[in-house]
DNA sequence: CGCCGCGTTGAGATATTTCAAAAACTGTGG
DNA sequence: CCACAGTTTTTGAAATATCTCAACGCGGCG
């Protein structure tokens, strides 16, 4: 079912996005404990699934690095885009009490993904003061987050708010990042924002017009961040943690 | 700062809606053990709040009767409604990683409110499995159900995924409930669901002069609910849960 | 080479908002 | 119990945002 394991696990301590991911706060005992439990490492060429909604859930996954777009399908066959995931980003939490995957996950870029057993990994928790910690933060963090992007009936308000969500869930540490190649289409982040395509396409040539962003060829570059935010009516950043 | 605290404590054992509460699928002993902590009830009169976003989060709450309106208020002064809460559910699981409440809360009814000492619930849920399960497993179906509204830029569907919600959530065990007065103003739920109040208005009345739903002086029936459904594109039943 | 998904653009159709105003209702104080 | 003020609901009409449909170009890929 979750194809291309690799048994080369990825190391947390010296994990690029460690501080934003699971193994953030934790001591060096709690570390190695959580570093213990991921054994492998699943490897996902873009376009590929992870897994498919209703499969059974027997591991969460930590994005370690490209992008995934998670989604369902309604019983008309149209499709629902619920999150699209970053490096750092914990993947599969919407599942638990089911312990069947609620959405379908794709590769929007070759990726990988540490696997963490769910079992095993819920046993930890009761052993791990920290991890529970840092475990029940991220939840709480991602309950509030799911609230950033405006509902308001505005195109271009939302929009903004999705291209700053995805910068800065995109940002390295130490270098800023300004430019980026979009992972998902103008088309998926319509039906992520409930917008048509050709809405989505409008909104951001007019931002260009408008000298906000910047349309390269396939890329973008904000160019007037204040500007942009002002145009989401953002006042607290997102601040970069799980989502 | 959490005005009129009442020393009667709610009994987990014999509460109404323990069965889709933290209680539920506790042993005994966990039952006990959560009881002891919930020393004090919350009395809010409709109208006043509960706290005001930005306090300091020294408890979260279960819902025990009444109802209340989750929201805060943006830098250019308007209202942002984040959620409704119904008895059963949890209030405050935003707040965690900052503990400073994110949110404003009031009664829109009068409610009690279960207080839930954080601390001393984060050290508690160590100790209890089945507590700590239970309680990831809230967190997990309120990150699964915040996507139950749909996104998608059409406002019948949304205002009858909106209704179906708000109707399974305020069920009561035994007698199914079809006839409700809405706990919030025609206003709230535009706010909620990013339309203007008049369309909210407009909307009902079209739903009623199609017989889907039944507009009676300050309340709302349900009398055709599978077209309601069919309306709201919902395949899945919302099943009532915390959320 | 031809196909297909993606981005782009235009024009008309439609849903929704906005503004304005009145009616209905709620709670308060006299 | 009534009058009043304030909120909520209701309705209409015009303005606007967004969608839908249609068409085309482009680039990657089998």
Do not use: W
């Not at 027997?58 to 149209?78: M, P, T, V, W």
Request: hydrophobic share 40%; proline share 3%; glycine share 4%.
């Amino acid at each position: 079912m979750i194809k291309n394991k690799l048994n080369t696990k990825i190391n947390c301590v010296t994990c690029a996005v460690a501080h934003i991911c699971l193994a953030r706060d934790l001591n060096k005992t709690e570390q190695a404990q959580l570093n213990e439990l991921i054994k492998m490492v699943s490897i996902i060429k873009v376009g590929h699934h992870l897994y498919h909604q209703r499969q059974k859930m027997r591991y969460i996954f930590a994005l370690h690095s490209g992008c995934c777009k998670e989604y369902c399908l309604d019983h008309q066959g149209n499709e629902k885009i619920s999150n699209f995931y970053f490096p750092g980003d914990l993947i599969g939490l919407d599942s638990l009490p089911t312990e069947l995957y609620s959405f379908s996950l794709i590769a929007l870029k070759d990726s990988k993904l540490c696997m963490i057993p769910y079992e095993k990994f819920f046993q930890l928790l009761q052993e791990a003061p920290t991890l529970l910690r840092r475990f029940l933060h991220i939840n709480s963090f991602k309950l509030q987050s799911q609230r950033d992007i405006p509902v308001v009936t505005n195109a271009k308000r939302r929009l903004a708010a999705f291209l700053l969500n995805i910068f800065y869930r995109a940002q390295q540490p130490q270098k800023l990042l300004l430019h980026m190649q979009l992972p998902m289409s103008q088309s998926d982040i319509g039906i992520f924002l409930g917008l048509a395509h050709e809405t989505v396409n409008r909104i951001l040539h007019f931002f260009h017009k408008d000298d906000v962003i910047q349309l390269t060829n396939k890329g973008i570059c904000l160019t007037d961040f204040e500007r942009l935010k002002a145009i989401a009516g953002v006042d607290k950043l997102h601040n970069k943690q799980a989502g």
